[in-house]
């Protein structure tokens, strides 16, 4: 089921964000959001997952008990290892197959490169570590809609493409829906099959894309040497 925005309305104060909004997020896609900053963007996520409330109009298709958020910051648990934090999401859901759960953390470390960092805390990864960390739990958590709020914006190029081809080997084992807003172009056409420009607040839909992510590219040029 796709999600379905209708007639929505947020303001803060005198500041309108949205009015009268109307948009479908296609159902297992990664729909890639574009606007300048401070536009509502990521208001857009957090009318989304329930974490802001509209003034009107409704959310339809949205299971609340059923979604992951990646951040601009990891937001890690600092007291948790890499594999107890991983841990700790799939606890959350209720899920009681030890084994297999095991199993599949052991499968998503290898999978971004964190492999022999599982026993490690927060605080003894880099940044780039700890965004994989980040990357690998909202995919171990088993959601059906996946938030992101530009949570490549503070890494290098190199660390950013690598992130980048994490997130895809993930997606296509794993076609869930996913919403991602940046403000930059690079990044949203690396990942999004569906590209929509917004307009500064209060915010318009500019411009809708179709987009392949199936070809090589990368988000900036990385120096050989």
């Known amino acids: 089921m796709s999600i379905t925005i209708k007639n929505l309305s947020k303001s803060y104060g005198d ?9 479908v997020l296609e159902k297992n896609k990664i729909t890639g959001i574009l606007g300048p900053s401070g536009s509502g963007k990521s208001t857009l996520l957090n009318l989304c997952c ?19 958020y990646i ?13 107890e934090n991983l841990r700790f999401v799939m606890k959350q859901k209720a899920i009681k197959k030890p084994g297999l759960d095991e199993d599949r953390i052991n499968g998503m470390l290898q999978l971004v490169g964190l492999e022999t960092v599982g026993e490690f805390y ?10 994989r960390v980040s990357i690998a739990r909202a995919f171990l958590y ?30 296509k084992n794993d076609q869930r829906t996913v919403v991602f807003v940046s403000h ?5 056409e690396r990942l999004s099959q569906v ?24 988000v900036c040029p990385i120096d050989p040497d």
């Open 50 to 68: 329930g974490l802001t409330n509209p003034d009107k109009g409704t959310i339809e298709g949205v299971n609340f008990q059923s979604i992951s």
């Open 142 to 171: 088993p959601s059906e809609l996946l938030l992101m709020d530009e949570p490549f914006s503070s890494l290098d190029c190199a660390l950013k493409n690598k992130l980048m081809d994490d997130f895809l080997e993930i997606w």
């Open 184 to 188: 930059n172009r690079d990044e949203i």
């Open 122 to 131: 927060p605080q003894e990864l880099s940044g780039g570590m700890r965004q």
């Open 195 to 218: 590209i929509l420009t917004f307009s500064d607040k209060p915010v318009k839909i500019l411009d809708r894309e179709e987009n392949l992510i199936d070809r090589p590219r990368m």
């Open 71 to 83: 951040f601009q910051e990891p937001r890690l648990l600092p007291w948790r290892t890499v594999r």
């Open 15 to 23: 500041q309108v964000i949205y009015e009268n909004f109307n948009l």
